[in-house]
């Protein structure tokens, strides 16, 4: 009882100081008025564009939740020396958004395979299962027979789009995968990865789909070792044996990939150096596999032999985009997941940094009217941000608001993960331990080798032609049929006729002069305003 009476006193204290140190025209009604006024008026000046969409741009935070969504905002502000909270991403701009139902038809909570084949295939699946529909057993391969789907990248491919993948992942991962390949189970990168059953039964390993189902112009990320024979050395990591060649089989997929280019300019790339001799005018096509495996994060990416998401990014819609019937690309920031399976806080917040400005250089490089462009996640993770910090205290901080064992604790924590480091009953003290480093793995509460996904509803955001059918709360299958429709590729063809795809429209956001950080819309508004709403109530409880 006298915790209880305490931690209110302090939590009163708390409040009080921490209203002294709002900005001072923050202190102004008129200020809030005038900045909701003026984002009204931008919403009531909003028209419909409904263009054909020449392309799709198409970016993919690998379990990006709104919780990750929030704290990458802060802390993007404050590495811009900003208090962060009212920092503006470039996907905030995005005018509309929804909100997309993650579960499997198997799973309730489910993973990047069943998510990639709902939102890319347009149709929901198991777990661990890529580019099929839900009667195939995860790993039977058997039962894949037949039960194939096909993805929007070989739709637009069959209309005679260039087509291409980025990610920060190896690209045979499953949310690259889900574009071009057909597999039981997710984990059959190469040959050496399948049971001898499998390989009987005429499955295939996601490698050699790679080269096999879809021809796509651009393929960047990582996972070189899955293309080449076993026991073949690295070229940036000759002494590591695990990073050698994997398959059993002996073929060598990127000089067969190299081959099957033959009289087209193809460049095969594995470093910095060369993949920015590649010239984007004259390139038909462009494999570049940077690492054996996945690609670094980005707070350990070697610039001089890494390019980062944003230089990737750019090079693929350079290359894509002389095709004068437009084009379809995946980017993913994958690695924000696995960070977050990692229980790294920093690493993952880190990684949908650099997302975002990828998707900055996209918009830069891309026109509204005839290029839709779409952000979301596949799926959450069970990250928390808690406690009662102060405006502008760092994202990687702690709660100045101690618990009840009198420990602090930090701002972002874990529901489950590798941070579980209770000993004893008591909970480690953080008191003199710098939690804002990019080793720092955040406590959970319960013990897991690695954190599991979380199963709420991930955010999707569009801007361009037909941006509209992505409000609302949906299924995430739709999002394969709603991108499609307002491009006019796969089966649905009627959104083509009588439509042109370069017509002008009013273009959606405005400029934001509190922080210079880009622009601000009224949907994202509304969003952030909901989370205050929620954070106030909690405190009122």
Do not use: C
């Given at each position: 009882m006298e915790l209880t009476r305490v931690a209110i006193s302090a939590l009163f204290l708390l409040l009080a100081f921490g209203s002294s140190s709002a900005k001072v025209e923050e202190e102004n009604p008129e200020f809030w008025r005038s900045q909701a006024k003026q984002t009204l008026q931008s919403v009531l000046d909003r028209e419909l564009n409904t263009n054909v969409a020449k392309n799709i741009l198409f970016f993919l935070g690998d379990g990006m939740g709104i919780t990750t969504y929030t704290a990458a905002r802060i802390l993007k502000g404050q590495l811009q020396n900003q208090t962060g909270e009212e920092t503006v991403m470039t996907m905030d701009t995005f005018p509309s958004v929804g909100l997309a139902k993650t579960y499997s038809?198997?799973?309730q909570i489910a993973d990047s395979a069943a998510t990639a084949t709902a939102y890319l295939c347009g149709v929901k699946t198991n777990l661990n299962t890529i580019g099929v529909s839900a009667a195939t057993r995860n790993g039977v391969c058997k039962s894949q027979k037949g039960n194939e789907v096909t993805s929007i990248l070989k739709w637009a491919k069959d209309a005679g789009k260039s087509v291409g993948i980025v990610t920060t992942t190896r690209v045979q991962h499953a949310t690259p995968a889900a574009t071009y390949a057909h597999t039981a189970s997710r984990k059959w990168y190469s040959d050496a990865d399948m049971p001898?059953?499998?390989?009987?039964?005429?499955c295939t390993d996601i490698s050699s789909q790679l080269l096999s189902n879809t021809d796509i112009d651009v393929i960047i990320g990582g996972g070189r070792k899955y293309m080449t024979p076993r026991g073949t050395k690295d070229p940036e990591?000759?002494?590591?044996?695990?990073?050698?060649?994997?398959?059993?089989?002996?073929?060598?997929?990127?000089?067969?990939?190299?081959?099957?280019?033959?009289?087209?300019?193809?460049?095969?790339?594995?470093?910095?150096?060369?993949?920015?001799?590649?010239?984007?005018?004259?390139?038909?096509?462009?494999?570049a596999?940077?690492?054996?495996?996945?690609?670094r994060f980005e707070a350990d990416r070697d610039p001089n032999m890494d390019p980062s998401i944003v230089e990737t990014t750019e090079k693929a819609i350079r290359i894509l985009q002389k095709n004068p019937k437009g084009f379809f690309l995946l980017v993913e920031g994958g690695r924000i997941d696995q960070a977050h399976?990692?229980?790294?806080?920093?690493?993952?917040?880190?990684?949908?940094?650099a997302l975002d400005y990828a998707i900055a250089k996209?918009?830069?490089?891309?026109?509204?009217?005839?290029?839709?462009?779409?952000?979301?996640a596949d799926h959450s993770h069970p990250m928390t941000f808690n406690g009662y910090p102060f405006r502008g205290q760092s994202i990687l901080g702690k709660s100045p608001l101690w618990a009840m064992d009198v420990l602090p604790y930090t701002t972002l924590m874990y529901g489950n993960g590798p941070g579980h480091k209770v000993a004893n009953g008591t909970r480690p003290d953080i008191r003199n331990v710098n939690t804002k480093t990019k080793d720092y793995v955040q406590l959970a509460a319960v013990p897991t080798e690695s954190a599991t996904h979380s199963g709420e509803d991930v955010a999707v955001l569009a801007r361009g032609p037909m941006a509209h059918l992505f409000q609302g709360v949906q299924e995430q299958n739709y999002i394969a049929h709603a991108m499609a429709y307002a491009a006019c590729v796969g089966a649905d063809q009627r959104h083509c006729q009588g439509k042109q795809t370069a017509a002008p429209v009013v273009h959606t956001t405005l400029t934001d002069d509190r922080n210079g950080a880009g622009a601000i819309h009224g949907s994202a508004v509304l969003l952030s305003s909901l989370l205050c709403v929620m954070l106030a109530l909690t405190v009122g409880l």
């Open positions: 038809v198997d799973f001898a059953g499998a390989k009987k039964d005429g990591y000759p002494r590591d044996y695990s990073s050698w060649g994997k398959r059993k089989d002996g073929r060598d997929l990127i000089k067969e990939w190299q081959s099957m280019k033959f009289g087209k300019v193809a460049h095969y790339v594995w470093n910095k150096t060369d993949f920015d001799a590649v010239d984007p005018e004259t390139t038909d096509y462009l494999m596999l940077f690492e054996p495996g996945d690609l399976h990692a229980g790294r806080a920093y690493m993952a917040l880190h990684e949908a940094v996209g918009l830069e490089l891309t026109k509204e009217n005839e290029t839709l462009t779409i952000v979301m």
